[in-house]
């Protein structure tokens, strides 16, 4: 049987058997060629015997879709029409990069060269499994958790806290599963319809919608306009809040100076404008870093979010935020409603490693290692990209920022470099306008991998640039 007759008799069954009920929008004809490790034309053979069939349509500028004409109206008669309530419901779908980047992370034959999380190799599992066996479990630590959290945890906190300046209280901190839950609970508990979310021009709140989905404005700002007389004409009156991650920022891996940040915080206190800061990358500083914005907030201006998904586990799911206390009561009564709470055997597990050593010792080897990889990565981009591109040297976490001497990094060059199992993190995600940069990481691929995925992504700028030059001639 050939390739196209084994996609239209699988096309057909997702159809029959109701997994692709009336109005279905199929996806890309890219997204289904890399699926299926076929040609895009193979696919788009199939597609067209389906079209003469009437079992499925294209609308005018638009996806091709499940048909509802006759062939259908048995599956009509027997099955809601799912794709208009996709459609039609509050949240945003994600942009189809992030989705395949988002897919093709759980393919082990893909070399992941910007992923936002730890090699396993990097992450204390054997030492997280034999702490289990020190940890005394009550009945009642077993159950559900208290809206806030473990409360021996959050106390841990406020000692833990104290190393980026930041005194607080159990009362004001509240556990999440991760920071990610943070930024939800924010967007459903505090802001309304409407409400200006700042941030900086590269973001990475453009590459998920916790407040896009609930009809808030994000509003870009650059670095050199964060000042009052930018800001302020923007707000109209209108609720605001700034998001920002002064310390190793996803996805550039800047670091605001003291000066920068005072300068910031003294901008939005005259403004009454309330800060979001993002500091889950704080510990991979591989210099000490500077306070954070929280430890100079003396007026409740600064929601603080913190997490163990970037050193410790990813799996753990756990981060707190740390915010006055009517903050941390809306978040914590919306949290409730929602999951009930964190894991509290995740909780248990991050509060025997705060309070034992154990986190300390791991932040500082782990530390040492993502210096390596980056001395590693920086190596490999002199040799391969020293003429055709540029990056600052890593200060720390995961990341690099590659900007290319030439607007290259399009959706088409993301997919050619999918389809020679290379996943990258392109500019455009982050930035919808940028076609310059590639968020790279040196935190989870191999030694091996890295040169291997680099050098691939070598070849195919050198491929696109000569084209691009080509055309401009």
Not at 356 to 365: A, F, N, R, V
Not at 418 to 423: D, E, G, M, S
């Amino acid at each position: 049987m050939s390739l196209s007759k084994q996609i239209v008799d699988w096309m057909t069954e997702q159809i029959v058997t109701g997994q692709w009920p009336i109005g279905t929008k199929l996806p890309a004809q890219r997204q289904l060629a890399l699926s299926f490790e076929v040609n895009r034309s193979t696919v788009q053979e199939a597609i067209d015997e389906l079209k003469a069939d009437g079992i499925l349509s294209s609308k005018v500028g638009s996806s091709t879709y499940v048909s509802n004409d006759s062939w259908n109206i048995l599956l009509k008669q027997k099955q809601p029409n799912w794709q208009r309530y996709i459609e039609s419901s509050i949240h945003k779908p994600n942009y189809q990069t992030i989705q395949l980047i988002n897919e093709f992370e759980q393919n082990d034959t893909v070399i992941r060269l910007s992923t936002g999380e730890l090699s396993p190799s990097l992450l204390p599992t054997e030492e997280i499994h034999a702490s289990l066996q020190q940890l005394q479990f009550e009945g009642k630590a077993m159950g559900y958790s208290s809206p806030q959290g473990s409360l021996k945890l959050r106390i841990a906190l406020c000692d833990y806290l104290l190393k980026r300046g930041i005194k607080t209280t159990p009362d004001n901190i509240c556990i999440v599963s991760g920071g990610l839950q943070a930024l939800q609970l924010i967007a459903l508990g505090l802001l309304e319809t409407g409400s200006i979310v700042f941030q900086d021009e590269f973001s990475y709140l453009n590459s998920v919608h916790p407040f896009q989905s609930f009809g808030m404005q994000m509003q870009s700002i650059h670095q050199d306009e964060r000042v009052k007389k930018v800001i302020q004409p923007l707000l109209r009156k209108r609720q605001g809040i700034y998001y920002a991650i002064p310390t190793l920022h996803n996805p550039t891996g800047g670091i605001w100076t003291i000066e920068e940040k005072e300068s910031f915080y003294a901008m939005c206190q005259s403004l009454q404008l309330p800060i979001i800061e993002d500091d889950v990358y704080f510990e991979l500083s591989f210099d000490s870093p500077t306070p954070a914005l929280k430890s100079f907030d003396t007026t409740g201006q600064v929601i603080y979010i913190g997490s163990v998904s970037k050193t410790l586990s990813p799996g753990l799911r756990i981060g707190w935020v740390v915010a006055p206390t009517p903050v941390i009561k809306r978040l914590a009564d919306i949290k409730m409603q929602l999951d009930y709470g964190s894991s509290a055997i995740s909780q248990e597990i991050v509060h025997y490693w705060l309070t034992s050593g154990l986190y300390e010792k791991h932040i500082e080897q782990l530390r040492d290692e993502l210096k390596r990889r980056a001395y590693l990565m920086e190596n490999l981009l002199e040799r391969f990209f020293a003429g055709i591109a540029s990056w600052k040297s890593s200060k720390g976490g995961f990341y690099i920022w590659l900007k290319f001497n030439d607007p290259i990094v399009t959706t088409e060059f993301f997919m050619k470099s999918l389809k020679h199992k290379v996943l990258i993190n392109p500019g455009y995600i982050y930035e919808p306008k940028d076609a310059y940069h590639i968020r790279l990481s040196y935190a989870y691929a191999s030694d091996d991998q890295l040169e291997q995925g680099l050098l691939i992504i070598y070849e195919l700028a050198i491929q696109v640039i000569k084209k691009f030059h080509e055309s401009d001639d």
